[in-house]
């Protein structure tokens, strides 16, 4: 009835690791506070709730890369709070090299999100076969956090475009987006 791992503490690293199955709604790393986390080289298949996810506090400096994620049962990478800064932003997030493989959820069931005002770099990822949107930004307000989206490979969103982004200062450069179902 509880995460797999709960992160409250800066300077983590989770590596190597493999995570799941889990029941619905158990999230495998969840950062309920702290920053510079570093989750990388890890498998997670068949998670129930979200892969790995920092949505509860601002954390600064999340590193999430070299990851493979199949066949979820909710979005892999959940950054930063619906509403942004009122509640809680994620700074300067990386998120490279990740395979996202198979996200099919009765909510939206993103590959990779970034909420509003939350900010950092998306790059060299390959992002297929899921529910909503492969990579969902939401931007930020502050033209000094700009998000750039680059080099990614988007197959496959069930029911949105594959890259979707929401607000701005997001650069989107050097992508490939294949069989998106919108945009």
Wanted: net charge negative; aromatic share 6%; proline share 3%.
């Amino acid at each position: 009835s509880s995460n797999v791992i709960d992160v409250a503490a800066d300077y983590i690293t989770i590596r190597g690791l493999a995570f799941g199955p889990t029941q619905a709604d158990i999230d495998a790393v969840k950062v309920k506070s702290g920053s510079y986390v570093t989750v990388e080289d890890n498998t997670f298949t068949g998670v129930g709730g979200i892969s790995v996810s920092a949505n509860s506090a601002d954390s600064t400096g999340i590193t999430i890369r070299e990851n493979t994620f199949t066949d979820l049962n909710a979005t892999a990478i959940y950054m930063g709070c619906h509403d942004g800064q009122s509640a809680c932003t994620a700074a300067d997030v990386l998120l490279e090299g990740n395979l996202i493989n198979g996200v099919t959820s009765t909510g939206v069931g993103y590959g990779m999100e970034l909420k509003q005002d939350s900010w950092g770099v998306i790059r060299d990822n390959v992002v297929n076969d899921t529910q909503g949107p492969g990579i969902e930004v939401f931007g930020s307000e502050d033209s000094a956090r700009p998000t750039l989206i680059d080099g990614n490979f988007a197959l496959r969103s069930r029911t949105n475009a594959s890259i979707e982004v929401g607000g701005p200062t997001v650069p989107v450069t050097n992508n490939i987006v294949v069989d998106q179902k919108y945009g």
